[in-house]
């Protein structure tokens, strides 16, 4: 295509934009990333929370707080969620803006 002629990998987390992106004659191959049901979020907190009681915990807290536990249904962004959970003392942020400045810093930390 005009748009990315030279493009080997392209990294979208918007179907509709994935959809336009497969007509495009340039692109071998196709794959697609599908997010996680409530039943594998759950599974991924136990192997990502080491304590079985903090994991429980955070299950429940995420069943009150909507914002944070629909961003955990992406892989990438719920292994955002569960490294700033592990970081913080096993304690959630209070707003999403919190949530990625604390994942900022932090990995600023560690670079």
Known sequence: GKVLPNCSVIVSSRPYASQKLQEMKSITHHVEIVGFTENQIKKCIRRNIPDSWKAKELIEQLKQRLDILSLCYSPLSAAIIFYIYR???YTLPTTLTQL????????????
């Not at 990625?100 to 670079?111: G, Q």
Request: proline share 0%; glycine share 0%; net charge positive.
């Open 100 to 111: 990625y400045t604390l994942y900022i810093l932090h990995s600023l930390k560690r670079s």
């Open 87 to 89: 970081q913080e003392n």
